[in-house]
């Protein structure tokens, strides 16, 4: 192959190689980009979800403590009975349990659920914040960790097409040498710049498709 003839080749290839290079930063920088939005989304869901869980726990406890004070009127007007009373403290007991029992009913019915106390009594409150985390899950996204998940793949696709641009400058190098080179090793450096050449296609392949 003549020399000039030869030349020519090389430079057509060293201007493969810098479009290929040029394709990896551009890939990699895309990829940068679309991570640090997929970061941005996961943080928005972090905070979103922490908004919500704080503000759950807030609505449960009151209604909780409604429940605690619905107890305590429940058992006050209990204890106002007495079988043995006279009349007139029957008369008076009998007020103060309906009211008492009016102020527990008021709270059952206006400021918790009843549906929450279990069989033993018990307020149910981890049922409440569940229930109240999946109505919340069901209105907006509160999962950030496939966000997370996607920006970690996206930076080591990066970081790849990153590794695969120095594999390209590597056969750049090497063409160029070949082009300056007027002995026979021109086409050894020749030889090694295709195949940088070949595997920085490559990378770029697995970095865009598989990574």
Same mark, same amino acid.
């Given at each position: 192959?003549?020399?000039?003839?030869?030349?020519?080749?090389?430079?057509?290839?060293?201007?493969?190689?810098?479009?290929?290079?040029?394709?990896?930063?551009?890939?990699?920088?895309?990829?940068?980009?679309?991570?640090?939005?997929?970061?941005?989304?996961?943080?928005?869901?972090?905070?979103?979800?922490?908004?919500?869980?704080?503000?759950?726990?807030?609505?449960?406890?009151?209604?909780?403590?409604?429940?605690?004070?619905?107890?305590?009127?429940?058992?006050?007007?209990?204890? %106002?009975?007495?079988?043995?009373?006279?009349?007139?403290?029957? %008369?008076?007991?009998?007020? %103060?349990?309906?009211?008492?029992?009016?102020?527990?009913?008021?709270?059952?019915?206006?400021?918790?659920?009843?549906?929450?106390?279990?069989?033993?009594?018990?307020?149910? %409150?981890?049922?409440?914040?569940?229930?109240?985390?999946?109505?919340?899950?069901?209105?907006?996204?509160?999962?950030?960790?496939?966000?997370?998940?996607?920006?970690?793949?996206?930076?080591?696709?990066?970081?790849?097409?990153?590794?695969?641009?120095?594999?390209?400058?590597?056969?750049?190098?090497?063409?160029?040498?070949?082009?300056?080179?007027?002995?026979?090793?021109?086409?050894?450096?020749?030889?090694?710049?295709?195949?940088?050449?070949?595997?920085?296609?490559?990378?770029?392949?697995?970095?865009?498709?598989?990574?």
């Amino acid at each position: 192959m003549k020399h000039e003839t030869f030349k020519s080749y090389v430079a057509v290839l060293v201007a493969v190689v810098t479009v290929l290079g040029a394709t990896a930063a551009c890939l990699a920088s895309v990829a940068v980009s679309s991570a640090s939005d997929a970061d941005f989304l996961g943080l928005d869901a972090s905070i979103r979800a922490q908004k919500a869980d704080i503000i759950n726990h807030v609505y449960a406890f009151e209604h909780y403590r409604a429940y605690t004070d619905y107890v305590r009127y429940d058992e006050y007007g209990r204890l %106002l009975y007495d079988p043995n009373a006279d009349e007139e403290t029957d %008369l008076r007991n009998g007020a %103060l349990q309906r009211e008492a029992w009016g102020v527990a009913s008021g709270l059952s019915s206006v400021f918790f659920s009843p549906r929450y106390i279990n069989p033993d009594g018990q307020y149910d %409150l981890e049922r409440e914040l569940q229930e109240a985390w999946a109505q919340d899950s069901q209105n907006e996204d509160l999962n950030p960790t496939p966000y997370f998940a996607e920006s970690d793949q996206l930076r080591a696709r990066s970081s790849f097409l990153t590794a695969d641009m120095i594999v390209l400058a590597i056969s750049f190098w090497f063409l160029t040498v070949a082009q300056a080179t007027e002995k026979k090793i021109k086409y050894f450096w020749a030889g090694l710049g295709i195949l940088f050449a070949l595997a920085g296609i490559l990378g770029i392949i697995i970095g865009r498709f598989l990574i």
